[in-house]
C-alpha cells in the first residue's frame, strides 16, 4: 500500500512538474511575442526577485529629516542605495535575521516598502493641493498614501476598495502612514456612479490601479507566482479593466485627468483598453508621459492585425530590469468641450 501511494504522488508530481514546465513555455512565448527585439535583454529578470525598496513618508518625518532616518536604518545593520526615483531607497540585506517590516521605522509609518514599478504612477498625476481626488482600487495604499505625501495632506482623497478584508488594510495603513486626507470607502468603483449620482464629474484627479493578470510579478522560478495565470487571463480581466474605466471617466471632472496603470505585459489590459476608451469617449486626449528610465518604451500603436490611435505612443510601458516589474502607464485627460 505504501508502495502504492508513493507512486501516486511521483506520478503527481510529475504531472505537475509538465503543467508547470508547459505554463513557463507559454508564459516566454508570449513576451517574446511581445518584445521581439527586447526578449534576451528581459528574459533573465524572469528568474530573480527583485531587492527590497522604499520610500520615506514625509507625512511622518516629525523632527527628523530624510537623511536621519535612513542613518537610523544602516546604524541598525541595513545596506541601503539610493534609488532612481525621488525619496526611494534599495535595501540590500547582508544578514538573515534584518527585515525591515520589523523596524521602528516601518512601524511607526516613517516608510513604506513598496516596488519601484510601484511608485512612478502617481510621479505623472500633475497633482496639485486642494484637488479632489480618486484612487479607485485603493488597497493596500501605497499609491494613496504616496499621493497624500506629496501633497502633505493638503487635499481630498477618497480611496475605494470593495475586498472587506483589504478594505481594513487600507484603513490600517493609511493612519499607520499618517495620510488624513483619505477617506476610505468600502464599495465598488464599478457602481459607485450608480449608487452616488452627485460624484458625476467631480473628481480633479483619478487613479486606476486596476486588477489585472500580474504579469510583472511573475518569477519563474516559483510556481506559485505562476499558479493563477493562464492565456486567458488577460482577455478575461480586460472586460472589468473596461468597466472600471468608464465608470472613472464618468467621475472625472472636465480638464481633470485620470491615470492608468496596470503591472502587466498583455496588451488586452493595456494599448487595447485604451483604445477601447479613446472610441467609447469623444472628449479624451492622451497625455504624453515622460521618464528619464532607459527601461521605458512608448506604448504600442500597432499588434498584429490590430492598428490603435496614435496617440497611445504617448503611453508606457517600463520593462523588467534588476530593479523594476514590467509596468504599463496612460495618462487621459479629458477635454472642457
Not at 464599495?187 to 489585472?212: A, G, H, I, M, Q
Request: net charge positive; with cysteine.
Amino acid at each position: 500500500m505504501i508502495h502504492v501511494r508513493a507512486e501516486v504522488e511521483r506520478s503527481s508530481r510529475i504531472v505537475m512538474e509538465k503543467t508547470l514546465n508547459l505554463k513557463i513555455e507559454k508564459f516566454l512565448s508570449k513576451i517574446h511575442d511581445i518584445y521581439p527585439d527586447k526578449y534576451f535583454e528581459i528574459e533573465k529578470y524572469f528568474y530573480n526577485n527583485k531587492p527590497v525598496t522604499f520610500r520615506v513618508n514625509k507625512l511622518k518625518l516629525g523632527n527628523n529629516s530624510i537623511e536621519q532616518i535612513i542613518n537610523n536604518l544602516r546604524n541598525k545593520g541595513f545596506e541601503l542605495n539610493d534609488g532612481p526615483i525621488k525619496n526611494s531607497f534599495i535595501c540590500n540585506y547582508r544578514k538573515a535575521e534584518l527585515k525591515l517590516s520589523e523596524t521602528e521605522e516601518f512601524n511607526d509609518g516613517q516608510i513604506y516598502i513598496q516596488g519601484l514599478s510601484s511608485m512612478l504612477p502617481v510621479m505623472f498625476m500633475d497633482l496639485k493641493k486642494g484637488q479632489n481626488i480618486l484612487d479607485m482600487c485603493a488597497s493596500p495604499g501605497g499609491k494613496t498614501s504616496q499621493i497624500a505625501a506629496e501633497l502633505n495632506n493638503e487635499c481630498f482623497i477618497t480611496a475605494v476598495e470593495n475586498n472587506k478584508k483589504r478594505y481594513y488594510i487600507l484603513k490600517n495603513n493609511m493612519e499607520t502612514l499618517g495620510a488624513k486626507c483619505v477617506n476610505a470607502l468600502y464599495d465598488n468603483s464599478v457602481t459607485l456612479l450608480l449608487k452616488y449620482p452627485n460624484l458625476s464629474e467631480s473628481f480633479d484627479r483619478v487613479l486606476l490601479d486596476v486588477p489585472c493578470s500580474n504579469e510583472g510579478s511573475i518569477y519563474l522560478h516559483n510556481s506559485k507566482s505562476l499558479e493563477k495565470w493562464n492565456s486567458k487571463t488577460a482577455e478575461r480581466l480586460a472586460k472589468l479593466q473596461r468597466t472600471l474605466l468608464y465608470s472613472g471617466i464618468s467621475l472625472l471632472k472636465p480638464g481633470g485627468s485620470l491615470l492608468y496603470s496596470t503591472c502587466t505585459y498583455s496588451i488586452e489590459e493595456n494599448e487595447q483598453v485604451i483604445d477601447w476608451a479613446l472610441k467609447k469617449f469623444g472628449n479624451l486626449n492622451v497625455q504624453k508621459i515622460s521618464v528619464d528610465l532607459k527601461n521605458s518604451m512608448p506604448g504600442f500603436t500597432k499588434w498584429k492585425k490590430d492598428v490603435f490611435n496614435d496617440q497611445l505612443a504617448n503611453t508606457i510601458r517600463i520593462t523588467p530590469t534588476e530593479l523594476f516589474i514590467g509596468f504599463y502607464i496612460a495618462l487621459l485627460k479629458k477635454t472642457t468641450d
